[in-house]
């Protein structure tokens, strides 16, 4: 049996033990927080403790302007994304797969309609860490809405397509791989769909799916203020896109990915609170399914993986993804006045995120930069017009 030189060297590696302490680490904090919330707020009266929601069902009316309520998922071919699909397509959903892979859109599409025949699913392809493709998908949404005589708009959609790189990979439009796809092509995605969102006429949402890593992160990027953040912290100056000599920062990195997509979600669900007409406001949760046995692993050693996986299990922490879906079902179906909450642990329960997420300064500049590069996106990137329905 030869000698696994990779993980070795992957454990002697600063990255390997920041996920196998300072991961482990901070999902046990949440679970701390979500099990003694409110034993703690009996013993001190000022600590309040985190609501929980109940999850309102669809009710469908045959005289709606949208009869069936459409729900857009990224990442829906695997793991959470596809767990999602088929709790959705349960619920009621139109649901839109969004992935990839042609291949894996089909046969997910066979596996929901084997459980439900009368289940309503359509597959779209795309990829985050594109622009060009992401432009596409908004693009062949729309006219799929008009050619399927659909009303002109989503009421759900649900920004769960993430990655863990090993190494860094610059995207053709300039950033790491792993922050296009786990934020920016998120940003982007919500952006070109939110006129959809808001022209629907029942209440609609966007469920973002972050992780209980982004707690590590305590600062911003490279810099120690939101005041010095810039256009080049999502782009190829970003430390966390360049490889150092130590190698590249994957496990920070996907932090602060997380941090990002945190920090959107909260300022997009302020900006919607100032919405004068408070039916077309879009509601915004961010969703952390805790540690779920996916394939997000896949580029990490097949030994430390495996180990990793182990290990999880014995210590009860490992969910199977319709288990570890269920606090991303619960935000797509709580009610309105849950926007801006963090769902964590099942139950419509939630928790408080980390002190950094709720910067709101922070959250402001990141927005600032990432529109602008939305805009600059829109100008340069020219649709071919072509469908990217399958």
Same mark, same amino acid.
């Given at each position: ?14 990255e ?5 302490i300072l ?5 046990l904090?949440?679970?701390?927080h ?7 707020s ?7 403790p985190?609501?929980?929601y109940?999850?309102?069902h ?10 069936r309520p ?7 071919t ?5 767990a999602a699909?088929?709790?959705l397509? #349960?619920e009621?959903?139109?649901v839109?797969?969004?992935? #990839? ?11 929901i ?8 699913v359509d597959?779209f392809?795309?990829?985050?860490s ?12 729309k006219q ?14 649900i920004?769960?397509?993430?990655i863990?790189?090993k190494?860094?990979?610059i ?11 786990n934020?920016?092509g998120?940003f ?5 769909l939110?006129?959809?969102l808001k ?10 799916v972050?992780s ?20 080049e ?6 430390l966390?896109?360049s490889?150092t000599?130590k ?7 996907y ?5 990002c ?10 900006? +919607? ?7 077309s ?7 952390d ?7 997000i ?8 993986? +495996? ?10 922490l490992?969910?199977?993804p ?14 309105p006045?849950?926007?801006?909450k ?17 910067n709101?300064?922070?959250?402001e ?13 829109q100008?340069s990137?020219?649709?071919s017009?072509?469908k990217?329905?399958?």
């Amino acid at each position: 049996m030869g000698v696994d030189r990779e993980a070795i060297e992957m454990v002697f590696s600063m990255e390997f033990w920041r996920m196998a302490i300072l991961w482990t680490l901070s999902l046990l904090f949440s679970y701390f927080h979500l099990l003694f919330s409110k034993p703690l707020s009996a013993l001190f009266p000022s600590f309040q403790p985190s609501p929980s929601y109940p999850r309102c069902h669809l009710s469908t009316d045959p005289d709606s302007k949208a009869k069936r309520p459409i729900c857009v998922i990224t990442g829906a071919t695997s793991g959470l994304g596809k767990a999602a699909a088929k709790a959705l397509a #349960r619920e009621g959903y139109h649901v839109v797969l969004a992935g #990839r892979c042609p291949d894996k859109l089909n046969k997910t599409i066979e596996e929901i309609k084997q459980k439900q025949e009368d289940a309503h699913v359509d597959a779209f392809e795309v990829d985050l860490s594109s622009i060009h493709s992401v432009m596409n998908f908004g693009s062949s949404i729309k006219q799929w809405l008009l050619d399927s005589n659909l009303h002109p708009s989503i009421q759900l959609l649900i920004n769960n397509a993430g990655i863990l790189a090993k190494s860094c990979r610059i995207t053709a439009d300039g950033f790491d791989q792993m922050m296009q796809t786990n934020y920016i092509g998120a940003f982007f995605l919500t952006n070109i769909l939110l006129p959809l969102l808001k022209s629907s006429p029942v209440p609609s949402r966007v469920v973002n799916v972050t992780s209980f890593t982004h707690r590590f992160v305590f600062k911003f990027s490279s810099v120690a203020s939101c005041e010095d953040f810039s256009v080049e912290t999502l782009g190829k100056e970003n430390l966390s896109c360049s490889s150092t000599l130590k190698g590249y920062p994957f496990a920070s990195t996907y932090e602060y990915s997380k941090l990002c997509l945190l920090l959107f979600s909260y300022e997009l669900h302020r900006q +919607q609170l100032y919405v004068n007409n408070t039916s077309s406001a879009v509601s915004v949760m961010p969703a952390d399914p805790g540690i779920v046995e996916t394939d997000i692993m896949r580029e990490l050693p097949p030994t430390l993986s +495996q180990l990793a996986l182990m290990v999880l299990r014995f210590l009860h922490l490992l969910q199977w993804p319709e288990i570890g879906v269920r606090p991303i079902i619960d935000a797509a179906l709580a009610p309105p006045d849950a926007s801006g909450k963090y769902f964590f642990g099942g139950q419509g329960r939630t928790i408080e995120s980390s002190s950094l997420s709720y910067n709101t300064k922070l959250a402001e500049e990141l927005w600032s930069v990432s529109s602008t590069l939305f805009r600059e996106a829109q100008f340069s990137v020219v649709g071919s017009g072509s469908k990217s329905s399958l």
